[in-house]
């Protein structure tokens, strides 16, 4: 697959609540070179949950944010507690089911656009 840009890997979705699983899942992506890793969290997820999960991946030391849903909120405001609380950046927004036009970048205009329309 070298002459491919980008290999996305979407691990099970399993509870973070479970400390071994995550030390197995950074073990499993430790031997991957040139890893970028995005964590992808729901907004429609509350919001203290959202910084309970991030906590709890962070031994994953991921590169930046996956919001999805946000077609699926009225709380989208809390995009701005999470760029506000977080040190990771929201490479992502997506807001459907149509891959890849629902799929936007985490640029400030879309941010924008996401909260404010």
């Given at each position: 697959?070298?002459?491919?840009?980008?290999?996305?890997?979407?691990?099970?979705?399993?509870?973070?609540?479970?400390?071994?699983?995550?030390?197995?899942?950074?073990?499993?992506?430790s031997g991957i070179a040139d890893?970028?890793?995005?964590?992808?969290?729901?907004?429609?997820?509350?919001?203290?949950?959202?910084?309970?999960?991030?906590?709890?991946?962070?031994?994953?030391?991921?590169?930046?944010?996956?919001?999805t849903k946000a077609d699926e909120?009225?709380?989208?405001?809390?995009?701005?507690?999470?760029?506000?609380?977080?040190?990771?950046?929201?490479?992502?927004?997506?807001?459907?089911?149509?891959?890849?036009?629902?799929?936007?970048?985490?640029?400030?205009?879309?941010?924008?656009n996401q909260i404010f329309n």
């Amino acid at each position: 697959m070298s002459h491919l840009d980008h290999i996305l890997i979407d691990t099970p979705g399993r509870s973070p609540y479970f400390p071994k699983y995550i030390l197995d899942l950074k073990n499993l992506l430790s031997g991957i070179a040139d890893l970028h890793v995005s964590l992808v969290l729901s907004m429609t997820t509350d919001i203290n949950d959202i910084f309970l999960e991030l906590g709890l991946y962070q031994p994953l030391i991921f590169d930046g944010l996956v919001m999805t849903k946000a077609d699926e909120t009225c709380h989208k405001a809390r995009l701005v507690s999470v760029l506000d609380e977080s040190e990771t950046p929201i490479e992502f927004i997506c807001s459907g089911q149509e891959i890849p036009s629902d799929i936007h970048p985490g640029s400030s205009e879309i941010l924008f656009n996401q909260i404010f329309n």
